[in-house]
């Protein structure tokens, strides 16, 4: 097997595992049965434990990051009414955690833990740039779009983790309850029609 296939089977098996069982209880034994690949090939990979998460948790971000940053234009289509093309955005991105429940969770876990902080925080941040540089153009000056993007991101997670644990339904209503929270949020700081052009 050529290494960057069990490389790639390995962060599948990581996602899988942690997306199950939770960070705490992702040992590399157990992603080693997960995948069916011995547990000495997980140290010809990545250096270590954390060094395997911190790539998973790369490569869902880098993901995610691809599904924000093709829907950013819409952002910038005049003939559509600015709440219409806040939707849409939110609604790709929506439909892309829900669609992906096992990246989804792994994402969260990680994100939310200190391995994130400790591994993975920098390079998170220089892989949103381009986007926080692109939505500045449909915020005011003064907006924190770096901020804001993070409070869209941690609402939507927040929701999709109640979605997948059955606390909220998977349906229209749980997506416009979403969409209105973060909306409500970040429309205050939005550029005006005559500001964008």
């Not at 995610?64 to 950013?72: A, G, H, I, K």
């Not at 994402?107 to 833990?113: A, K, P, Q």
């Amino acid at each position: 097997m050529k290494h960057e296939e069990t490389r790639r089977r390995l962060i599948e098996g990581t996602i899988r595992v942690i997306a199950r069982d939770g960070l705490d209880k992702a040992t590399t034994k157990l992603i080693g049965l997960e995948t069916s690949i011995n547990e000495a090939y997980i140290y010809r990979c990545f250096s270590n434990k954390e060094d395997m998460f911190s790539k998973t948790f790369d490569c869902l971000d880098e993901e995610l990051m691809n599904v924000v940053m093709q829907n950013v234009p819409l952002m910038f289509m005049s003939e559509m009414e600015g709440e219409v093309r806040c939707r849409v955005v939110f609604s790709s991105v929506w439909r892309f955690l829900l669609g992906n429940r096992e990246k989804c969770l792994t994402f969260v876990r990680y994100y939310y833990s200190p391995y994130f902080k400790k591994y993975s925080q920098e390079a998170h941040k220089r892989r949103y740039d381009p986007i926080v540089n692109e939505l500045k153009r449909a915020f005011r000056d003064e907006a924190n779009v770096w901020m804001l993007l993070n409070h869209m991101l941690n609402v939507m997670l927040d929701f999709a983790v109640k979605v997948f644990s059955d606390a909220l339904p998977d349906n229209e209503d749980t997506a416009e309850h979403v969409f209105r929270l973060i909306y409500v949020s970040v429309k205050q700081y939005f550029r005006t029609n005559k500001t964008q052009e």
